[in-house]
């Protein structure tokens, strides 16, 4: 199964830092995380960047994920 890291910030929201998932695609990886940790809001975890085996993705709607990834979530980082 594919291992998803959690930053300290969604620790919050999960109590966990990381858990094993069945997703093969993003899409079913956010179903998956959503219905798993009821306090996750999917829209706010739709705009977060991920990475998935090291490669960040801004945009991963259609991106595969492999039955060892590892994948994380990150909130972007704005500056000015």
């Known amino acids: ?5 959690f930053s300290s910030e969604l620790i919050k929201f999960t109590g966990e830092e990381q858990v094993e ?18 306090n996750l ?20 709607l259609f991106e595969a994920i492999e039955e060892e990834s590892e994948i994380h979530f990150f909130y972007f980082v704005t500056g000015g």
């Open 1 to 5: 199964m594919a291992t998803v890291f």
């Open 21 to 38: 998932v069945k997703a093969r695609d993003y899409r079913a990886l956010i179903d998956e995380l959503v219905t798993r940790f009821e």
């Open 41 to 60: 809001d999917k829209a706010q975890m739709m705009e977060m960047a991920i990475s998935i085996d090291g490669l960040i993705l801004v945009d991963p």
